[in-house]
């Protein structure tokens, strides 16, 4: 059975810092891309940011590049989103989702291509 379980939300004052994590146990991790999606309440699920197989190919909304980090760890099936200068706009709950297994990475931006979605993890930014 395919888990993807996050952790690491929170609450946090505008310009400060969260660090969440992915935890993907039930399918091959290294085979597919990794996404971080956000939902913010009232709004439909928007693209945050994705990594490839590779633990170097990476894609950013315009909306978090240059203060979003993504990264993955394929010897322990975990993706991370490092977010910094963090604004009362990230204020939603984040998704990783992993794409189908050799799915291409220049898809990475569809939310079609995830297969396989965690709970979601709370992430509020106080202004």
């Known amino acids: 059975q395919v888990q993807l379980a996050e952790s690491g939300g929170g609450f946090v004052q505008a310009g400060g810092s969260l660090r969440v994590s992915c935890a993907a146990s039930g399918l091959t991790f290294s085979l597919r891309t990794m996404g971080w999606i956000r939902q913010a309440p009232g709004k439909e699920r928007e693209f945050v940011a994705a990594i490839g197989r590779d633990e170097r190919t990476t894609n950013y909304a315009d909306s978090v590049k240059g203060r979003f980090i993504i990264s993955r760890d394929n010897t322990k099936d975990t993706v991370f989103l490092q977010m910094n200068s963090l604004k009362p706009e990230d204020t939603a709950v984040y998704y990783c989702?992993?794409?189908?297994?050799?799915?291409?990475?220049?898809?990475?931006?569809?939310?079609?291509?995830?297969?396989?979605w965690g709970q979601g993890t709370q992430d509020t930014v106080s202004s």
């Open positions: 989702a992993a794409s189908g297994a050799s799915r291409p990475f220049w898809r990475s931006r569809d939310l079609r291509s995830y297969d396989y």
